[in-house]
């Protein structure tokens, strides 16, 4: 491990930037040199109101100027940020990260990606379950997106406990953030076209699972919910599934009968457990939605689109920076900071 | 063919009851003698406000007062309605219909039951593609709820064409027509019990076919959304496929790129054709989400919960009163009336 | 009156222009000659499925390869329309009214327009019970918008019965109509600056009440809500003020305690009465909302948004045209081809 | 002040209970014994969960077993808990505190109540601006409900500082909280009986002033919205008004311009601001909304309905323990305890 804290910046203090900024910054070996953005939106006037526990930069003249009016103390500019840092972690809204990337290049600082960019704009598709060791030592990873990365958790954990062949989920996308308020739809069910290119994402990290993957968007904003059937290899009944999925610590089991009745009510649960936002890192699953047919396996989990990033976002940065060589070690330390038992 | 018209009487003028009338009475050999209800909901008060097109009868002593003061007319008691039918559909309130099913079997007529009783109601539970000459001639006849009426109609379609040997049904289930305004959630979605009741029923009907449901309950009110997967026995392509959907009188193309873009796109598309009530009889199937992989075929359907039923109840009196003695003629004479081509 | 009925064409078939030319066929005095459009959007497309009950122009070349792919039979171009009418209704998307006008100004024909257009695109701002003789032989009509309108018939029912001095409504908006599935908000409520416009346009068609108008956009799809408050110049009481309502032909009373909870359930009893749509003409109002204290009336009502201001659209054309000297008159013949008693 | 602390217990941990426990813990003169339930709601569940920072107390010897199960370790019972405090807060499902008051009589200890309870319940119906003065001492005292409370706030701050003669507010009241999947309406907006409680109630503890409200339910979760006019006294121009609200600790001025659009945006700018539960403790105003005409001024404002009470309860603890004589001081040491500047 480095002798120095990794040095972080987070590029777009958004819905993801903030909370990947919060999450590194509980990592003992690591530290958010400072984040930068555009505009005062939410996050951003949320941040300077509190007191900003983190150096703000600004990521143009006009931004400064912005953030400034907002009542900001600006440390200074993207720029500057970036002479900081060894890795950015670039959130900010899709297409911008493309732009920034030659910045990343010339300085010859690491960075990470989210899921909105093109796929072309890293060297690696990342998730840590399932190719860790394809991004050690990387310049440039991308993380999946939110539904893409819990489904490879649940699937990669059944994969490791049986063998997986392939596996079809049903993503019923909730359609905004809660703030989001100009994103319909209000009293309606929208299809895409099938498949959908979570799977395409999925095999490209696992190229040993057949995936498909269905899209239906209603108007929802407290999670996504994955509705998936697996296929495995070995024999396992219902109650090997749970213990394998109970044994992942990334993964949390709710039940129906404790009154943990939807997503909202999750949310809520997490609300009051005080947790900050009333996020949570962990894919739930439903226990009473796990069932085996065979050797075919269901189940339905709740996708927190929030923060469910967080945690991968972290190995990313562990496997670019190189602090840990495997991802059993990058997730043990990742999950220690973040809590995740 | 009788050589008069099936006397056909209605329980329960709620949603589903007054569709039921008004279906019936589009055949040209049967007729609406009577409905019944025990208050005036919005149905009967739509009925009554608009010219009793059919004669209205009371459930109770108390029904026919409450009913008088809201205007009606009332022919009679539920007793009387039922010495003048041939056949009763029962459509009321889940639990109802048990406690009248002893006066229909004392008067000596038939009667037809819907989704929400228990199967022990009847002595065939029934579905026309699936088992249409069971239910010939038989006293007492219960319906397949919506889903799985929607879902009967498409797999046993592509049963038909290529053998279909099991399937998936993921069903985002609405969770209130638009004027149960009692019913939640607002923001949330909620998962059920895997594997769910749809499958169950289907397997009683159609043993034969492996199935397995799921619900997620969300709050939209104009229609549920299925998305299927389907391993069928012979080699079919996605031409095929669309072939046989585009075959079935009982099932509607749309697609995404003409604009119909969710449920309620279509149902508003309803409105404009001018059908009564926005409603429609068949399943929409969007074309985009028709995908073919290996022998596994994938699709999103619609099932317009408040009126898809209609047809299979129509059916089923055909088989009660052993009008057509096939699936095939009971379903192009409903059809004929109904205008499904 | 005319000897010929007059010839009206409909530019935009959209909800509010689908839903005039049905209204303007229905009076005995005037013919749809045929309606425009751009591109098969929902109601075009139900236009053509159902046969095409209206000749369909093409609002340019663009548009009539689009429509005949859509399975059209275009029975010529706007010009072509515009040589055949005496008077336009123009309810394109906003803006495009304003660039048509000026070829309606040169073949010397008459046009409509709808709320969404500025002010400046008319000679008058139109509404039947305000100021009707101003707009008789204008050139150029803009009607209200929906809001707007419902707030003209009862405040000035109210102002024709007993004075009216100055109201407030505030005006719970619907956010979108139900097909609009790209609009928000999906959980939250949305306050707008005080006073919003419609209380501007209301003291423009009727400068001697003074008003001010609140909005708060809901995610609800059926209809807006306005809550009002009007002090009144003459002393009325509660069955006073019942009673003027219910001799307006264009109000409609409903009780909370039939069951008439929302604006849902109001929608799915015109869906019952098999109104074409499911559609209503009249503003209703629920009668347990009409409280007076002192010399204040407070009421809440409802807006059907899609079809209310086809009444007074069908006013627009009759002041145009001269059919008719008086509001009076104009509105009797009206309301009896619209069937409103 | 006392020379110990007082202590304080609490009868049902649910939305509102939890919530007062918290606020009641930051005061410095306070401090919580215990919290009791009858079964492991959510609230529970995340208080088990995440190591009962309070001494769970069970209602019941069957309330003792559910909450065992769920891996609670109980302290005592009701009558325990009892015993040990100078003060109860009821909180408990409506109904049930009503039956919990002997036993507070017979144990001689004081006992504050919620909005949900008839006013009989109590000595006095209670708020901090409008009547402290009258619940020094008192034994039993009920606090209003949320949306009362909110419009004491802001009505009485403009009535100290400008005289308040009367005033109407609209209550577009959120039908559910986040978590009530079983409460609709899904897709309707639903008027009540005008004039609502809200009035009622306001005019016990503010006689002086006349007041109406109306109600409209609407499905959002984050927040009701309350649009009031009232009439003031004394002459005041919208600076005037915002300086007065921006004066009052227990009021925050937003601005639509800023990107607060909505009651769900204020709801995620408090979850990044990390405060519990994303909960606020002040009523925010719109900016934009606050208007003047004449003598009536108007805005727009949202009800945190899940937090917003919580001070007024430590207020009445302070009332009825009379650890401080005037509403000014209570407020002002509430205040501080919750970070309200």
């Known amino acids: 491990m480095a002798t120095h804290k ?35 939106a939410i996050p951003v006037r949320a941040l300077i ?17 912005k953030l400034e009016n907002a009542g900001a103390d600006v440390a200074g500019m993207h720029e500057d940020l970036i002479e900081k840092v060894d890795i950015m972690v670039d959130a900010a809204s899709p297409g ?12 010859g600082i690491k960075a990470i990606f989210e899921g909105g960019e093109s796929n072309e704009i890293a060297d690696v598709l990342f998730n840590t379950h399932a190719n860790y060791s394809e991004a050690l030592g990387k310049n ?3 993380n999946l997106s939110c539904n893409t990365t819990g489904i490879c958790r649940t699937i990669l954990t059944l994969d490791n406990a049986f063998g997986v062949k392939e596996f079809t989920s049903l993503i019923v996308r909730r359609a905004a953030d809660p703030s989001e308020t100009h994103k319909g739809p209000i009293n309606a069910a929208m299809p895409a076209k099938v498949p959908s290119h979570q799977a395409e994402d999925f095999m490209i990290v696992k190229p040993e699972i057949s995936a498909v993957t269905v899209v239906v968007t209603v108007p929802i904003t407290h999670g996504h919910i994955n ?6 290899k070995e024999s396992a009944n219902r109650d090997d599934i749970l213990d394998a999925f109970s044994k992942e610590p990334r993964i949390k089991l709710f039940k129906l009968g404790d009154g943990f009745d ?20 962990e894919v739930p699953i439903w226990e009473e939605t796990v069932y085996v047919k065979e050797n075919v396996v269901y189940w339905v989990q709740m996708i927190p689109q929030e923060a469910i990033v967080i945690p991968e976002n972290i190995d990313a940065i562990r496997a670019a ?3 840990h060589e495997s991802a059993e070690e990058a997730m043990r330390e990742t999950n220690r900071y973040l809590s995740m038992l």
Do not use: H
């Open 49 to 65: 109101d509190s007191g900003q526990r983190y150096p703000l930069y600004a990521a143009n003249a006009e931004g400064k100027e």
């Open 140 to 142: 440039f990873i991308k």
């Open 227 to 232: 509705s998936t059937q697996a296929v495995i």
């Open 321 to 323: 920076m190189q602090t």
């Open 96 to 107: 911008i990260p493309a732009q920034n990337k030659s910045k990343y290049e010339s300085a």
């Open 262 to 281: 939807s997503n909202s009510t999750i949310f809520d649960y997490n609300r009051d457990l005080l947790n900050p936002r009333g996020d949570m890192y």
């Open 6 to 40: 990794v040095r972080v910046g987070i590029t777009g203090f958004g819905t993801i930037g903030e909370r990947i900024a919060d999450g590194v910054n509980e990592q003992a070996d690591m530290e958010i040199v400072g984040v930068c953005d555009a505009a005062p």
